[in-house]
């Protein structure tokens, strides 16, 4: 083979190798991206109640949905579920035990804890502090939250708050 050919593609094979490394890293950096996002979502708008931090983590065009049917679209729909539920449960706290990204998905299972103070479900309060596991998935795009299915242990949420109210 010509040496003009050798470094033609030894050039061509640095330059694979590059892009390869380039659009490995800028893929890392995205999943991680999407992680921090998540992340700051369950810290700051589901365990701190800041409704502001909603605009900054989630598109205007957000659906969440939940088995049973619980659906919430938009800004408005994430703020209202977060403003309902901390009405419930002042001290609403999430806490993520895991966490996967691929793609444009994060996948989260968290540990979630709060005390009853208002009503939730028709249940009067309790002020009962309950436990319960949940695993969301998570569909980002441009650094925003677009999609969400949640899966909170709802059976295990409501035994805990009516084994309450019969105690008392």
Known sequence: MPLF???SALRLI?????CLLGCSI??????????A??????????SKG???VADELYSTDF???FVGGIEWKGLSGIKRAVQSHRASFPDWDEKVE??????????????????????FAGIPPTERKITIE??????????KIVEQWGMPDVQGLMTQLKTSSVEK
């Open 5 to 7: 050919l050798k470094k």
């Open 14 to 18: 640095t330059l694979f190798a590059f």
């Open 26 to 35: 800028t893929w890392a950096q995205n999943l991680s991206a999407n992680k």
């Open 37 to 46: 996002v998540v992340l700051r979502s369950e810290a700051e708008l589901w």
């Open 50 to 52: 800041n409704l502001t």
């Open 63 to 65: 659906v969440c949905h």
């Open 98 to 119: 895991d966490i996967i990204a691929e793609g444009d998905r994060v996948v989260i299972r968290i540990t979630s804890t709060g005390t009853q103070r208002g009503e």
């Open 134 to 143: 949940e695993f969301h998935i998570y569909r980002l795009a441009g650094g």
